[in-house]
Every structure is written in C-alpha cells, then in structure tokens.
C-alpha cells in the first residue's frame, strides 16, 4: 500500500521542526560570554537560529524538489496546471509568519527589557548619578566652541542601571580619533584600559570629543555609540575574569580599524589593588563618592 | 492624454541605427537598453572597487591601499553600486523598456522629462569617479554621518552630495513619470487588476521615490551647508544634532532598500511562470504585500539606528514595525514556490537565477528579522554581520534577478538568444562564489570583526581570505556573461518574436520591437498569466491546501 503523501508531509515536517530546535540549541557561533546579559543574548540567539534554520530549510527543500520534479523532460511541451490561487492556503502563510514574528518580538522585548534596556535613562537617579561632571561641562563649553555641550544631565540613549542599585561603579568614557580614555571619578584615575572587578555591575558614563565612535566589546553582547553633544550611558556586569577586545564600531577615519582597547576583569581583590596602585585619591576613596572632578 | 510620440521626431531630430544609443533618444526602449549598459559599465567599475577592498582584507593589516584611499574606496563602492547600479538598472532600465508595453501604450508619459533623467546619470557618475582622480574623494562612507562627514576633506564630500543629488533627481523623475505611465497610459480596456505584476511592483517603488527620496535631497543641502557655510544643523560644536541627521537620511534609506528591491519582486513574477508554464499563483495577493511592502517600509527606519542615541520606546515600535514586514514579503515567497509546485520548469539560466533568488533572499530576510529584534543588533550593529545581511538581500537577491531578466530578455532586446551552457556557467561560478564571499562574514560579525574597517584581528585572517577567494571567483564569473552578451548579439541564434511561448505584451512584437512597439493597434492582454492546461482533475474552489501541497491533480 502506498503511504498517503500527507502523513509524508507530515513526518517530513516534524523532522525539519526537530531538527531545526536541535541545531538552534547546538550551534556554537558566539564568542565566550563574560557578562551578565550575554547568556540571556545567546538564548534569543538560538531561538532566533532555530527558527531561521527551519524556515531556510524549509524553504530550501521546497525549492529543490520542485526543481527536480517538476522540471521538464525532454520533448514535452505541455503546460502545468492553471491554478491561479487558494485562499485557504494564503491564510495559512499569512497566518503562520504573523504569528511567529509576533512570538518573536515579544521575547525579545523580554529579553531586552532584561537586559536592563527599558529602563528609564532619564528617571530622577539617574539624574542624579550623571548630574555633576555633566553640569559642569556644559557650563565650561558654552561659548567656547567646544566640540562637546552637553545638555546638563540628559542622556540621550543606551542601556540603563535598575535605578536603586547603588553599587554601581561609575566610569567616564571619552572618545576620540582613535583613542577611549576612561576616568574613575571616584579615585581620579584615568587609563586608557578599562578595569573592572569581575561581578559588579558598570555604569558607562560617554561623551565623544570629535566625531562619533561606538564602544563594543562582543563578549559581553553590547554596543553603544558615543555620540558628540549627546551623552549616552551602558552598563554591565561582567562575569568571567580575563581581557577582552574593546572595538570601535562605528567609522570614524582613517585609522578605525585601529581604533581598539582592551577591557581587563579582575577578581575584586585583583581590581582592589590595581585601584589603590592607581589612584592619587586611593586614601580617601571611601568616603569620596561623587566628587566633581577637576 | 497627448503623449509625444518618438515619431514625430523620428526623421528630422532624431538619429538612426546604432548612433540613437548615445543620443537624447525619446524611445523607451533605447531609453531603458542606455540605462541598462550605463548601469553595468558602473557595476564593473564598482565591482573592480570591491575588489580592492578584498585585496586589502586579504591580509590583517593595512598594507595595500593607504588608510584614507581606503576609505575613499569603500565610500566609491557603496554610493557605486547602489546609486549608478541597483537603481537605475531594475528602475529605470527594465521600467522603460517594459511598462509601456505592459500598459500597452506606445511610450512612457513624458518621453522627454524620461531622457533628461537619463542623461543627467552619465556626469553624475563620471563626477562622483573623477572626483577620486582630482579632488580626492568622500572618505565618509556611503551614508556620510556627520560630524564625520564634516571634517574630512570638504572638496570630495561635496562633490559627493553633488552627484547623489543629481542621481536622486534624476530617480524622482523617473518615478513621476512611472506612475503617470501606470496610472494614465493604460490602453482603453485594460484594468489595473489584469496587468503584469511588474507593473504594480514600479507603481509600488515609484511611490517609495516620490515621498522618500526629496528627503534626502533636503537632508544633503543642509549638509552641504554645514560643510560649505558653517552653518551648524549637524555640528554639535555649533548646537548641531547628529542625530537628526541620521533619522533622516534613514527615512529614504531604509525605503531605498525596497527601491532596489521591489523591481527584482516584479521582474521574477514575470519570469516564474513562463519558465514554469504555470498562472503566477495569488495575483490579488501579490499586488496586496506590495502594497503593505510599501505602507510598512515607510515606517521602520529607525531599525538603522538602534544603538544612536534612540530612547526605549523607539526602540520596541522600529522592531515591532520592521518584524512585521516579513508578512507581506513571506506572502510573496509562498506564492512563487506555490507557482512553481506541480509545473514543468525549464531549468535555464533565468530559472536558475531565479530560484537562486528565492534561496538567497529567504537567508537575507531571516537575518533581516533578527536584526531587527533590538538585543541581537546591538551585538552586531555596524558589523561584518550586517555586510553579509545586506549583501544577500541586494547582491542575492536584487542582482541576482538582474542576471535572471538578462537572460530571459535578451531575446527581445537583440532577436537572438544567449547561449545557455554559457549562462549555466556563469550562474554556478556566480552562485558558489557568492557564498563564498558573503555567507562567512555573518561569523565575522558576530565574532568581533566591525564594518568598514582596512585591518583586523589576525584570528580573523582565515576567514577573510575565504571570502576574498569567493569575491575572485564572482569576478571571474562576468567573463562568460561579458563574452556571451557580446558575441550573442552577432552570432547568436536568431530568436524569432516569442521564443519562451509567452503571453505578456512585449512578446507579442518583434523581436527587437519597431519604434511605436506594435505595427497596428496594442494588444488587449486580458490574463498576462493565463498558462497552464484548464483544471481537468481539480477545480480550484475545491482544491485544499492539502491536495495542492500533497501534489493531488498535478496530472
Ligand atoms: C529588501 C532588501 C534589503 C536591503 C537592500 C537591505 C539593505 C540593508 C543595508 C544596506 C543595511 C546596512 C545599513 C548600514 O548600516 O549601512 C541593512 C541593515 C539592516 N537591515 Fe536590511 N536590507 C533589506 C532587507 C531587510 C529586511 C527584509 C529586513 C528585516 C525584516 C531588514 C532589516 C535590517 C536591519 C534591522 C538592519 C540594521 C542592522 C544594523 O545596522 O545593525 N533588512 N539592510
Ligand atoms: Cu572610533
Ligand atoms: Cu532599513
């Protein structure tokens, strides 16, 4: 007895459906994530994969089967079927993508609002954490000419900090051709690395001195761009110890492609004594919190 | 409606024989065939500029070209491809010569405003390249952001904004006089829902042109203001938002992207069916995706911008709205594997071509989704993740069409045909080379590698060389192409009127076609698509879906 071609159908499907779910889950293009938003990256990554390789292959398939046996034999010059439509079937394929892409952006709206990207940039902690340095800036440059007038206080995009956090490790961040400076208003110290203690979360607070530039660094998931006139803010929590590449991602002249750092993690007490060693303010960080910087 | 005829002029001012291609010709179809050739003269050079930008990548450092020639090279390459390329060729190459057959009318609505726009594409195009020789030229890329923009050398910068301006009036002519032609010309008797997809593709584009590209042109006068008077709308150091900027350079680029691509849509609805002598499947429903394509695609630009400085809730709507034009496009895609399931497909080089398409421009679009979800593309924003993205949507999917409708057109063009072992050639070394190129720099990006960059971290060496071998073999793949248009043209075998057994109207004329396209009156083609042997075995009313998947009635 020939097997009806729907349970074909069918089965074919359901293999493509299992298969896709099991190479989205095994695939292992991503670099090593060391931040706290990175695993929640690569599971939108592979759910995203998943679906992306069912539909490719899918469609794929479909395309070379038709090719094969449909194609024309030699001598026939017959036509193939006048059928011009179905509505049944349109509904279906308009029904189907709708609903995937609906599903789709919902998870990821949760995973960026995890992410901690809905979070209000402009709420009155966070105003309060940028207000001081930010302040003072705008007032030095009015007038001046300066490349940078930063509106007091207001941030123009990024990824937030959950407003009671407290534990925060502020950093600024000033970018230029082609070079990030990093200043830690809390021991004034200035680095052109990024150290951070592997766990705590940090908040970066960027400015652009020329043109705009864009701070990632691909294994904690992130990208922000530095924009000149607009302060922008991005935090992290890294969470593996190590360097990771620092790039510029957005074209800023000849020498972009150079335009690199790198960002160290320590283990805290690592980060401890690389801060005392470092900072001109080490005997009195305790107490400093945020002081407008000279 | 009065419309100049080509005729009119035919003996006094116009010249004829082979010399009317390099005049101010008001024929459509010289019109479209200058379009045509100008547009492949610029993808060689714009293609040869690619190639330099391989070599450079061949190696993790900067060794080949100078550091801001590359840039100049980069900047030549996009602005090349997309603006003397991609546009003029599915636009106004295959516009003029096919919608006023397809309307059946003797020429476009205005045949003059239509030479115009073609000619102001050669200076622009020979000012935009010239400026590399004299004035050094823009190094800011092809989307020029200031404050950038601003301070590299402000000589080849305007030159740019100069020539982008020229070629973006020279596109808003075109489609004022595609709508008027659609709208307007139709031959008495023929109703909007019986002409050839391509037609509504054109309308659907020449509406995008219309509404988005005066917005660049605006955009670009102020830059150049910026550049030339200090005046300060994009300078933060004179209260500037560079910001601004970019939403509104997006809101024509983004819609630009289905300028270059909704052509490509109607020109495989063309050939699908004929190749598979099969009715292109859901008619109604095509010209409705179009449509939705075109409502959709003017609100979604902000999905260029997600890590600018664009707050939350901007954010969640550009991702929503860009999402949900996978709708209509998947519709689209259905319908054309549903026309070719249970057809007899002649597998020749437009076939191939074709489906090549479809398979490209599905990797394209699944990417393209993804991207579009706020958290992934803050990953891989300006990466070489979103070179390949954009590569399979444009180079897989638009130019790919292109080589399909050459093949399938050519006949008409000449009267002779190409020869298909050598279009079979050229499709395999194109394909496999396009991969080659594009498909392992979606790794690079999610891996670290950022866009527009001449050096690179050496882990990232192996892969780019891949890529700058499949880039070689896509160059290596013109040279059947090149030698088989040109000796074809001369040795080719002769075509006769119709040699695909087609039913649209530009088939139903000689082949090439005389000067007012038919002797004798246009012919009412009432059902472009009417292919096929009637349903004997199953009528569409009660046909399922599952009887058309399962192949029920194929016989
Ligand atoms: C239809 C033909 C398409 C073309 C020609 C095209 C072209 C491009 C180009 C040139 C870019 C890079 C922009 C830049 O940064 O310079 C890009 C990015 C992007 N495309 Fe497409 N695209 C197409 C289709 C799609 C589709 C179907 C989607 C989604 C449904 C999509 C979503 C995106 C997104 C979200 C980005 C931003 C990525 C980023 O900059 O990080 N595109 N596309
Ligand atoms: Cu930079
Ligand atoms: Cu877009």
Redesign the interface.
Known sequence: MPI???L??LLVGMALVLSGLWVGYNVN???LDASANAP??DA??RV?FS??TI??VG??G??LF??VR???RAG?I?????????L???I???AI??IV??F??LY??D??ER?G?????NDHAAMHRMAPTETETMEASVGA?????APAARV????GVAADDVNVLPVEVTAMQFAFIFHYPDGDITSGELHVPNGRPVELRMKAN???H?F?V?QF?????V????P?VLTFTPTKSGSY?I????????????MRSTVVVHEPDAYDAWFEKNSPLAATVASASLTPTA | MTVASPNDFQESLQPQGWLRYFSFSLDHKVIGLQYLVTGFIFYFIGGALAGVIRAELASPISDFVGRETYNEVLTLHGTVMIFLWIVPVVNGGFGNYLIPFYVGARDMAFPRLNAVAFWMIPPAGILLIGSYFITGSAQSGWTAYPPLSITTPALGQVVWIVSVLLLGGSSIFGGINFIATILKLRRPGLKLMQLPMYCWAMLGTSILVVLSTPVLAGTLLLLSFDIVAHTGFFNPAMGGNVVVYQHLFWFYSHPAVYIMVLPAFGLVSEILPIHSRKPLFGYTTMVYSIMAIVVLGLVVWAHHMFTSGTPPWMRLFFTIATSFIAVPTGIKFFNWLATLWGGKLALNSAMLFSCAFIVNFVFGGITGVALAQVPFDIHVHDTYFVVGHFHYIVYGGTVFVIFASIYHWYPKFTGRMLNEDLGRLHFLLTFIGFNLCFAPQHWLGLNGMPRRVAEYDPSFTTLNQISSVGALLMAISSLPFLYNVLVSAFRGRVAGDNPWNALTPEWLTSSPPPVENWVGEAPLVEHPYGYGVPEDTLSVAAATGRDLWSGAGRR
């Open positions: 009806p071609s729907a074909v159908t293009v991503l670099p929640v990256y939108l990554f995203l679906i992306g539909l490719f469609i794929v479909l395309v038709s090719l449909f194609r024309r026939d017959t036509d193939g079927q006048a059928i011009e439509g179905n049944l079937l349109e279906v394929w308009t993508p709708a892409v609906l789709v952006g990821s709206y995973i960026y992410m990207g809905m979070s209000s940039l000419g300066s490349a940078v007038s123009w995009g990024g990824i020329d043109v705009i864009a990632w691909p998931r992130i990208k922000q761009d924009i000149p006139g607009q922008t590449p790039v510029c991602a957005e074209l800023c002249g000849p020498y972009h492609g150079g």
